[in-house]
């Protein structure tokens, strides 16, 4: 953290315009600029590794500016196989043919727990949580993952679908509640004035049990179930805006996140520290014996579900204009979803010093 700090003022003092552009903040109504297009998901403009996964087209120079999406392929994922996953996210360069997942933030290890084979998300006081990644995209369809929650006050287990708009889907589990889960969900990142999250209950252990928890998003309802038996559905046609006539229900390709994140922490609102089950305890006995916070993950399986079946050539999704005026159109390409950087995409020279330095000061100011 020292070190970012320094070499902010320092590089920004050398390159003063080049750093602008870079770091510059973005949203729908101040893009980015043509020399750095990309609006990453923490919303900075930059290029290389900027323009992958989370970047938000919207926000960006163009719809254009973003690399297309790797195309839903089902499949069924045992995570204790870290061969398939890219342990440091700025290496990705869109081939989600290399690898099936990256760690965008945090740390993973591999552990046994009731004699199934998983890994371990951590979270420490130093270095945050942990955040897990898909490089492959769901546009409508079931996605089952297999966990055992943390367990702790201020510590949320969380395993969603997030757009590259903000178009989110939640299984999340707070704090040290562990008979009970919370399904929620969110339009283009907006927040209601009324939450349209709910408590499940009546969960047997979450943190020594193994479960299956399971996001069934399909157009027209989303259905969420625990272990094969249902625990909610939300209809599409329930999620029209009364004022605005806007359907604001999830519609746009989602990567699967997994994470473990400190939501009990000071520089979390005071509400988001209340709803997690107050402030963390580092002096937790399980935290001081195993230097750690932690979470399981089995396996994940995708059962694909496009509105139309995509043909052999296709790889990618790309986003059009408006299909509404609220709603961009998705449609399948066959564009590369490779952005042609190298070994360290958008890390070359002044610019790409630049490009790390942001993103790590970003990530470090970002818990999740």
Partial sequence: MLAVLF???????LTPGVFA?????????SPCSSDYPCCSAYGFCGDGYYCLGGCDPLSSQS???????PVCQSANYTLSDTSRILTNYTYFNGNASEYDWVVQEGSIMNTTSDGEA?????????GGGTLLSSTRYVHYGQVTARLKTG???GVVTAFITMSDIKDEIDWEFPGNATTEGQT???WQGLIPQTTNGVIETGFTDTYANWHDYTIDWQPDAMTFLVDGN???TIKASDCINNVTGVNQYPSTPSRIQLSLWPAGISSEPQGTVQWAGGMINWNDPDYVSAGHFYALFQSVSVQCNDPTPPNSSVTSYVYGSNTTTDTPSIAFSNASTI????????VNGVHGVLAAVVLAAALLAHPF
């Fill in 7 to 13: 070499l902010l003022p320092l590089l920004a003092t």
């Fill in 21 to 29: 552009a870079q770091g510059a903040t973005c949203n729908a109504t």
């Fill in 63 to 69: 719809l254009t500016s973003c690399t297309p999406s």
């Fill in 118 to 126: 998983a890994i371990a998300l951590l979270l420490t006081e130093n």
């Fill in 151 to 153: 367990r702790w006050a």
């Fill in 184 to 186: 929620n969900y969110f």
């Fill in 230 to 232: 249902i625990t909610r």
């Fill in 339 to 346: 952005n042609g950087a190298s070994s360290l995409p958008g």
